[in-house]
């Protein structure tokens, strides 16, 4: 591909501390809300997850979810949040230096991309050949087929502006205006009423595009328990929400799945809530989950 270097949307520091868990154990960094969607038996099951990202490079971090340190890779980080959320989900890893065709499997997909694709300012959509990888992902959201979950980035711009070095995230612009894609931001905690989230220093937010606004979300980052910052874990929160989603609405497409958890989220649970900043505000998943049919 000319002119785009891919890199991930988060990094770790050491955190030293250790529990034991298992599946389906509810930790801190988690909303609350997942708990209510687990003991309702919305586990994920039924839907497929591809994480695409960085399973093959010899770069590692430190960080812990809750249940001991570990030192992975990006995307083994990203691939083991959503396992944790969605437990019940059937998970696949993606290399993301393949650049082959994302697979689809039968019944609801989605897709977390928790990197960007950067290139200079001056250089346009139609200048990029997309790898066969980047291209079906794109095809994906457009066509409403599978749910393509893609972090903001860690900017602090909009998702679709031009970063301090001159460079903007391509594969952000290329998603815009799709069916079925989600933009995820990161907020500084899981907000509540009386305890408002901010956001995160790093996290780009919506900026004044609509279409970008009608299609961004946001979740707490809780780096301060995990080490694990960026708002590539603020999509896999999203991506696992969309599986929870699907095991209760099963017949539901990619759009109407995406578009309910779009319709869904929270302005009060969101400290000066902006939908140029916050898009449609904080993810929910019990409200999501709340109606007894989706459209």
Excluded at 68 to 90: C, D, N, Q
Aim: net charge positive.
């Amino acid at each position: 591909m000319n002119y785009v270097a891919r890199l991930a949307c988060g990094f770790g520091l050491v955190l030293a501390s250790s529990v034991s868990a298992s599946a389906q154990t509810y930790f801190n960094w988690m909303s609350p809300e997942i708990t209510g969607a687990w003991s309702q038996g919305y586990k994920g099951q039924g839907v497929n997850i591809t994480v695409v990202d960085d399973f093959s490079s010899r770069s590692r971090f430190y960080g812990n979810f809750g249940d001991g340190t570990r030192y992975m890779r990006h995307g083994e980080w990203t691939y083991k949040e959503i396992g944790m959320l969605a437990p019940s989900a059937t998970l696949r890893q993606d290399d993301f230096s393949t650049n082959a065709q994302v697979k689809l499997y039968s019944g609801l997909n989605v897709l977390n991309m928790s990197y960007g694709m950067y290139a200079a300012a001056n250089v346009s959509l139609t200048q990029l050949r997309w790898s066969a990888q980047e291209s079906s992902i794109i095809s994906y959201a457009k066509n409403g087929t599978a749910i393509a979950v893609k972090a903001a980035g860690n900017d602090s711009v909009a998702v679709t502006g031009v970063n301090a070095d001159g460079k903007k995230d391509v594969l952000n612009l290329a998603l815009v205006g799709t069916a079925s894609a989600i933009f995820v931001g990161a907020l500084d905690r899981n907000g509540t009423t009386t305890n408002k989230a901010l956001i995160a220093s790093y996290s780009n937010f919506a900026g004044t595009d609509a279409a970008v606004q009608n299609k961004f979300l946001m979740v707490g980052v809780r780096g301060d328990l995990t080490s694990l910052y960026g708002t590539s874990f603020a999509a896999p929160v999203v991506s696992a929400y969309a599986a929870v989603l699907g095991s209760k609405f099963t017949s539901a497409t990619a759009t109407q799945i995406t578009n309910q958890l779009l319709n869904t989220a929270r302005q009060d649970t969101v400290a000066n809530y902006n939908i140029a900043i916050h898009g449609r505000g904080e993810a929910s998943i019990a409200r999501a989950l709340a109606p007894t049919s989706i459209r």
